[in-house]
């Protein structure tokens, strides 16, 4: 014998298939990572005890200021994200949703990632090395620069390791500091021929920039409409193309003389 269901209780079983459906779709892995404002690092000085930069076979000078690579943090690799999870990131402005490919290579282990992360962070800092020592006219053969920067991966810190090494070598080229004695930040891959690449996340890194004392931020010139979309007051952004620009825009800083690039 069948009995004739309510309409409360009918209603309560078809909402149940649709209840499950939302909670699997809140629930389910999604190809995301979430990010956030990262650590910064003072390339002039030191990094959980050792000097970030150091160079032999050439005379090098003591530097006022400070110059800060930047970075973002983010969910690791294998980490599960949900809807909730992105909906909860949405909008912060402190936090950001991106695809995971862009963050981490597809179909690679972890293992393989940090694999892939440390080869371009030793890339990035030859290229950096080379990239200084051409715009100084100096010969590898003579001089070695060995970089140190621990529990950070990837190429973005190229330009700021560039500079830190032209600064401790020769400043301006007069006497003075490429910062000016200011905290300046920033980031962007770096070539050996001194071609500045854009690098992503730089809306978080500017965050990151400010909360650690900088009022200059270096950007790639192709991010910068990403810069500006979330820029604490306070911090100055100069756009970069090249090591030559970099220099040029630093050095007019702190001069006070020439033209400043900005976004």
């Known amino acids: ?3 004739r269901l309510t309409r409360p209780q009918a209603v309560a079983v078809c909402a149940l298939p649709v209840v499950a459906l939302i909670a699997t779709a809140l629930l389910a892995p999604l190809p995301f990572a979430l990010a956030q404002p990262g650590m910064t690092a003072n390339v002039l000085g030191k990094n959980e005890g050792e000097a970030v930069i150091t160079v032999s076979g050439a005379k090098t000078r003591t530097t006022s ?23 909860g990131s949405w909008f912060r402005t402190d936090q950001a949703v991106m695809p995971h490919d862009a963050v981490y290579p597809s179909g690679q282990s972890v293992k393989e990632i940090e694999k892939h992360n ?17 715009y100084l006219g100096l010969s590898d053969k003579k001089v070695k620069v060995t970089l140190k920067l621990a529990d950070v991966g990837g190429p973005s810190a190229g330009l700021l390791f560039t500079l830190g090494i032209i600064d401790k070598l020769d400043g301006d080229g007069a006497g003075g500091d490429l910062t000016g004695g200011r905290t ?17 996340g730089v809306a978080l890194k500017t965050q990151a920039a ?10 790639p010139e192709d991010e910068c409409s990403d810069a500006r979309a979330e820029l604490p007051k306070g911090l100055r952004l100069v756009p970069v193309t090249s090591l030559k620009g970099a220099v040029g825009a630093l050095t007019a800083l702190e001069s006070g003389k020439g033209s400043v690039p900005a976004c």
Not at 184 to 200: L, S
Not at 210 to 219: E, S
């Open 1 to 3: 014998m069948l009995s």
């Open 65 to 87: 200021g400070q110059l800060r690579m930047t970075t973002i943090e983010a969910t690791g690799p294998d980490t599960h994200v949900s809807l909730g999870d992105v909906f």
């Open 118 to 134: 440390t080869a371009q962070m030793k890339e990035s800092q030859d290229a950096a090395t080379q990239a200084a020592l051409k």
């Open 184 to 200: 300046i930040a920033g980031t962007g891959t770096i070539d050996a021929d001194g071609t500045v690449g854009a690098v992503g």
């Open 210 to 219: 400010k909360r650690d004392g900088a009022t200059v931020f270096l950007v």
